[in-house]
Structure formats: C-alpha cells, structure tokens
C-alpha cells in the first residue's frame, strides 16, 4: 500500500510569491488534514478537507487556503509569503481518527 | 478545549537505560490517544495508539496505558537503543473539532 505522497521535498521561494504544495492520501482515505511545523516547534493544525469539503481550519490567516480534488488529493495554497511560513507542511489521511493519522514526509517551505 | 501536555525536553539517555516520556490530557468525554514519532528529516509515524481506558498499546518496545483516573498515558520503554533518537508527539482525537491535538513533542538523544 502506497503511503500519503507529498511534493515538492524542498521548495524556495521568495517574500511575496505564493507556494503550492500537493498531498495524495493513501488510496481509501477521504480525509486529508495540513499541519505547519516551524522549526524547534510543535504541530499547528491548518486545515482538515473531507469529501472535497472543507471542514474546519486552524487559526492561521486567509492567505492560507486549499481544496480537495475528486480523487482526494489535495493542494494547499500560500499567497504573499512571510519570512515566518518557511517551516515543514506536513499532510497526514485517515479512514476515522481512531485509527490514527498516517502522514507524509511533508515539504520544507523556505521563504527568502 | 481538548489538550494534551508532555514533559518538556530534551531528553538524553544511555544505550539501554529505561524511558519515560510522561503525557497527561484534558478532555471532555474520553477521547482517543496516541503516540507519533518523527525521525530526523521525516514525517510523523504512528507509534502506539490506545481507545480506551486501561488499554495498553504497544509496538518496538514501547508502551504506553491509557489511565483514566491519572489522565494519563506515559510512554516507556525498558530499553532505549541509539536508533530510538527522535522526537515523540503525544495526541488525542478532538471530538469537537474532529482534529488530533498534538503535544509539544520531547526530543529524545540516546548515546552509545
């Protein structure tokens, strides 16, 4: 079985561009949640997609956004990058939360 | 809200010396638990998970109950090897939001 996929593995980007990254859920799972983890820091929770709606977002402003593909898949989307976004985004799928998340190896966002 | 609290870090060990990472929640209702390790580098893996009280999960030699009068759910293992360095994430399932509320997360170094 082919775990959550996430890409791309590094991205750069200048303050002020935008950045788009991209989860593919482990085939099965509908539900496909986005952490941020800023360096020496713990999870923040972003956003949480489920049957291409979304569900519920954390406490991060509107210039963080997503959405949720037929195929479960999902993007989520950075506009007018701050120095402060540069962290590792990490996406995780579940079939039920108590099952337990099942997470990719996310993507290091680096903000110049 | 929902939460859970780990002991805060880092902690350093011996090759062989006993674990104990403690973890205490807050919830209404009883909410599923959960352990997640992150390696240097990677995402989050599942660890351990336990849905009830008094359940005890385990896996590689870790192991952690689910204590309700304590509201607790330590992870402890008997005999920590160079290749446990890492860091662990307690978390449990927040009903109210349907999102998994992660803990700060312990860094934990094992020394040959």
């Known amino acids: 079985e082919a775990g959550v996929t996430q890409s791309p593995t590094h991205l750069i980007k200048t303050r002020g561009q935008q950045a788009t990254l991209r989860c593919s859920p482990i085939?099965?799972?509908?539900?496909v949640y986005w952490y941020q983890q800023a360096l020496g820091l713990g999870l923040q929770f972003l956003l949480w997609?489920?049957?291409?709606?979304?569900?519920n977002r954390g406490n991060f402003p509107p210039r963080f956004s997503g959405r949720q593909f037929p195929n479960y898949s999902s993007e989520l989307n950075v506009n007018a990058l701050e120095l402060e976004d540069s962290a590792l985004y990490l996406c995780?799928?579940?079939?039920?939360?108590?099952?337990?998340?099942?997470f990719g190896s996310g993507t290091r966002l680096t903000v110049v | 809200g929902d939460s859970v609290t780990q002991m805060e870090g880092p902690v350093t060990l011996s090759e062989e010396a006993f674990l104990t990472i403690n973890c205490t929640y807050t919830?209404?209702?009883?909410?599923?638990l959960f352990w997640y390790v992150q390696y240097p580098g990677e995402g989050l893996q599942l660890l351990l998970k336990?849905?009830?009280?008094?359940d005890k999960g385990s896996n590689k030699g870790f192991e952690a109950t689910y204590r309700k009068e304590t509201t607790s759910f330590h992870l402890e293992k008997g005999s920590v090897q160079v290749s446990d360095s890492a860091v662990y994430f307690c978390?449990?399932?927040?009903?109210?939001?349907?999102?998994?509320?992660f803990g700060a997360g312990t860094r934990l170094t094992v020394k040959p």
């Open positions: 995780a799928s579940s079939k039920g939360t108590v099952y337990g998340y099942t």
């Open positions: 085939s099965g799972h509908t539900s």
């Open positions: 997609y489920d049957e291409g709606e979304e569900r």
């Open positions: 919830a209404t209702g009883y909410p599923s």
């Open positions: 336990a849905t009830k009280a008094d």
């Open positions: 978390a449990l399932f927040y009903v109210g939001n349907n999102d998994m509320r």
